[in-house]
């Protein structure tokens, strides 16, 4: 063999050695900190499969409650959409002085990028249970909390996809004296439409999944009702929540993928 | 004379069709995607005007509920104060919450990689991939949270709960993600290797491993950054532990807001210091 391609495959393979080694190390450090232990683990993981293949079946019992799961469900189906729909609405806006390609300057951009990587990086965690204090047990606070993240991320996405897609048609509309309005509605939206709707769609489905962990934080929703029946030790009530949302969840992806196929 | 009254005519004609009846230029195309977008958007609208119609609000008065959330969110960003616990054992535990995140993005990983290789079209036959793909969608639609209680009932509360749960969702994340990098592999290669004889994993080695690592690299720290705010989700909602753990203690039990305040702000820090130190990596491996 060619000495070069000797070289080749010896640095991949001293390539592949370093990052096993430097995985191991990872682990052990890790695993020590943690007090995770991988005998642990692996024992009870097909322990906890069995359980969940034997406990976690819907049975009649289950079902009598599934008029009040369904209603808790599109509760929660309805909340995501809604605080997609509106943190969307703000973040557009809000996107438009954070954006390269609107021309406001450095100092506005930096000021709303800076604002936006606050809301998106305090934890829903922390806004549920500041807003749990004065809400309380209320449809509002899950409705805020996801609010403020979801209002983070999008400036973010909407800035990146502003800045991607619109920059030749404002350049365009500006040159020939449209004002900033005009900019907005002519050349921004519907370049940036397509990108807009996939992030939404995107958020939608990922707020189905936090507002049941905020949910069990707050006790509100979809969240609350699996975390009262799990705590009561009725699993087969707990599975068919699990499963509803699932189903929803599933729903909801093939849905926008179809959305998806049409737009892009 | 009559030439150029037909060609006047001509134009006429021609411009007419781009005109609207009241004589303006028509300025926007209509096309199957862009009503596509204007249905949805009127959907989603309507929808959330519903939404807020059915809610129950349960006679929440609004302007005390939102002066009382004034009052808190000043406490917790602007006095921000720790009381009950040392510093020390804080960062300790944010450790830990990173330590968390950790385990279960390596843990996700391996698994994922093999078992993308079920997954992408150009490496399993098409039924299996299906199969694997509908599995891998039925394990990612289960929010993180609820995959860590329901193996807290056999493994009890804690990291194994924790880890478990959390490698679950990346797992079903990587996957899909993994699968996709391969799919985008050169058929070529795969080809080349399996003409000169090359066995199964040969190929997996030396064509696709190379030529999607920088890009499994790239996901695996996106997904490690999701990893780390779900740690500390999960050890709120589940008593797994780490700073997660600290936030809801002083949260819902001490109702301690200087302290909360404090907690807020070393997440934040460690998060957008995590976010930059990815970003860095992705730039390098691209």
């Given at each position: 063999m060619n000495?070069?391609?000797?070289?080749?495959?010896?640095?991949?393979?001293?390539?592949?050695?370093?990052?096993?080694?430097?995985?191991?190390?990872?682990?052990?450090?890790?695993?020590?900190?943690?007090?995770?232990?991988?005998?642990?683990?692996?024992?009870?993981?097909?322990?906890?499969?069995a359980?969940?293949?034997?406990?976690?079946?819907?049975?009649?019992?289950?079902?009598?409650?599934?008029?009040?799961?369904?209603?808790?469900?599109?509760?929660?189906?309805?909340?995501?959409?809604?605080?997609?729909?509106?943190?969307?609405?703000?973040?557009?806006?809000?996107?438009?002085?954070?954006?390269?390609?609107?021309?406001?300057?450095?100092?506005?951009?930096?000021?709303?990028?800076?604002?936006?990587?606050?809301?998106?990086?305090?934890?829903?965690?922390?806004?549920?249970?500041?807003?749990?204090?004065?809400?309380?047990?209320n449809?509002?606070?899950?409705?805020?909390?996801?609010?403020?993240?979801?209002?983070?991320l999008?400036?973010?996405?909407?800035?990146?996809?502003?800045?991607?897609?619109?920059?030749?048609?404002?350049?365009?509309?500006?040159?020939?004296?449209?004002?900033?309005?005009?900019?907005?509605?002519?050349?921004?939206?519907?370049?940036?439409?397509?990108?807009?709707?996939?992030?939404?769609?995107?958020?939608?489905?990922?707020?189905?999944?936090?507002?049941?962990?905020?949910?069990?934080?707050?006790?509100?929703?979809?969240?609350?009702?699996?975390?009262?029946?799990?705590?009561?030790?009725?699993?087969?009530?707990?599975?068919?929540?699990?499963?509803?949302?699932?189903?929803?969840?599933?729903?909801?992806?093939?849905?926008?993928n179809?959305?998806?196929?049409?737009?892009? | 004379?009559?030439?150029?009254?037909?060609?006047?005519?001509?134009?006429?004609?021609?411009?007419?069709?781009?005109r609207?009846?009241?004589?303006?230029?028509?300025?926007?195309?209509?096309?199957?995607?862009?009503?596509?977008?204007?249905?949805l958007?009127?959907?989603?609208l309507?929808?959330?005007?519903?939404?807020?119609?059915?809610?129950?609000?349960?006679?929440?008065?609004?302007?005390?509920?939102?002066?009382?959330?004034?009052?808190?969110?000043?406490?917790v960003?602007?006095?921000?104060?720790?009381?009950?616990?040392?510093?020390?054992?804080?960062?300790?535990?944010?450790?830990?919450?990173?330590?968390?995140?950790?385990?279960?993005?390596?843990?996700?990983?391996?698994?994922?990689?093999?078992?993308?290789?079920?997954?992408?079209?150009?490496?399993?036959?098409?039924?299996?991939?299906?199969?694997?793909?509908?599995?891998?969608?039925?394990?990612?639609?289960?929010?993180?949270?609820l995959?860590?209680?329901?193996?807290?009932?056999?493994?009890?509360?804690?990291?194994?709960?924790?880890?478990?749960?959390?490698?679950?969702?990346?797992?079903?994340?990587?996957?899909?993600?993994?699968?996709?990098?391969?799919?985008?592999?050169?058929?070529?290669?795969?080809?080349?290797?399996r003409?000169?004889?090359?066995?199964?994993?040969?190929?997996?080695?030396?064509?696709?491993?190379?030529?999607?690592?920088?890009?499994?690299?790239?996901?695996?720290?996106?997904?490690?950054?999701?990893?780390?705010?779900?740690?500390?989700?999960?050890?709120?909602?589940?008593?797994?532990?780490?700073?997660?753990?600290?936030?809801?203690?002083a949260?819902?039990?001490?109702?301690?807001?200087?302290?909360?305040?404090?907690?807020?702000?070393?997440?934040?820090?460690?998060?957008?210091?995590?976010?930059?130190?990815?970003t860095?990596?992705?730039?390098?491996?691209?």
């Amino acid at each position: 063999m060619n000495e070069s391609v000797k070289k080749v495959f010896f640095r991949r393979k001293i390539t592949y050695l370093v990052i096993f080694a430097a995985l191991i190390a990872v682990y052990i450090i890790s695993a020590s900190a943690t007090e995770f232990h991988l005998s642990e683990g692996l024992a009870s993981f097909p322990k906890a499969m069995a359980w969940i293949g034997h406990n976690l079946m819907p049975d009649e019992k289950a079902m009598k409650r599934f008029p009040k799961i369904l209603d808790k469900l599109i509760e929660t189906a309805l909340l995501s959409v809604a605080v997609t729909v509106i943190a969307a609405i703000f973040a557009f806006f809000f996107s438009l002085f954070g954006s390269k390609a609107t021309g406001f300057n450095g100092i506005v951009n930096r000021i709303v990028r800076i604002v936006a990587a606050f809301f998106r990086n305090v934890p829903d965690v922390v806004w549920a249970m500041l807003l749990m204090f004065s809400f309380g047990q209320n449809i509002l606070t899950g409705f805020f909390a996801l609010f403020f993240t979801t209002f983070g991320l999008l400036t973010r996405a909407f800035i990146e996809t502003i800045d991607e897609v619109s920059a030749a048609g404002i350049e365009a509309l500006n040159a020939s004296g449209a004002n900033f309005i005009q900019t907005v509605f002519q050349a921004i939206i519907p370049s940036a439409m397509p990108g807009i709707v996939t992030w939404i769609l995107y958020m939608i489905e990922t707020n189905i999944r936090n507002s049941t962990l905020i949910g069990i934080l707050t006790a509100t929703g979809i969240g609350y009702l699996f975390d009262l029946y799990y705590k009561r030790l009725d699993f087969s009530s707990a599975s068919l929540v699990v499963v509803s949302i699932i189903v929803l969840v599933i729903a909801i992806e093939l849905v926008s993928n179809l959305i998806r196929r049409v737009i892009l | 004379m009559e030439q150029t009254a037909s060609v006047l005519t001509q134009c006429g004609g021609v411009c007419n069709a781009r005109r609207k009846r009241s004589g303006k230029i028509k300025i926007g195309v209509h096309s199957k995607s862009s009503s596509a977008v204007k249905i949805l958007v009127a959907v989603l609208l309507g929808l959330t005007v519903y939404a807020f119609i059915s809610f129950d609000y349960k006679e929440i008065v609004l302007s005390e509920a939102i002066s009382a959330t004034l009052r808190n969110v000043k406490t917790v960003f602007l006095e921000p104060r720790l009381s009950s616990d040392t510093f020390r054992n804080v960062m300790y535990q944010l450790f830990v919450t990173f330590c968390l995140g950790t385990l279960s993005t390596i843990f996700g990983a391996i698994a994922a990689f093999f078992c993308s290789l079920l997954c992408a079209k150009n490496t399993a036959p098409s039924g299996v991939a299906n199969a694997v793909k509908c599995v891998i969608a039925l394990i990612r639609a289960v929010p993180t949270v609820l995959w860590v209680l329901i193996f807290a009932v056999s493994a009890g509360l804690g990291s194994v709960a924790a880890v478990i749960g959390l490698t679950f969702h990346s797992f079903a994340y990587l996957t899909k993600v993994y699968a996709e990098s391969i799919e985008e592999i050169d058929d070529g290669t795969i080809e080349a290797l399996r003409a000169s004889g090359a066995g199964f994993w040969q190929i997996v080695f030396q064509a696709i491993v190379p030529a999607s690592l920088s890009r499994m690299v790239a996901w695996t720290f996106m997904r490690f950054e999701i990893n780390f705010t779900n740690a500390i989700a999960v050890g709120a909602a589940a008593g797994a532990g780490g700073i997660g753990f600290n936030l809801y203690m002083a949260g819902s039990f001490y109702f301690d807001l200087h302290e909360m305040g404090i907690l807020t702000y070393i997440v934040v820090i460690a998060v957008i210091l995590l976010e930059m130190f990815s970003t860095k990596i992705k730039e390098r491996v691209k």
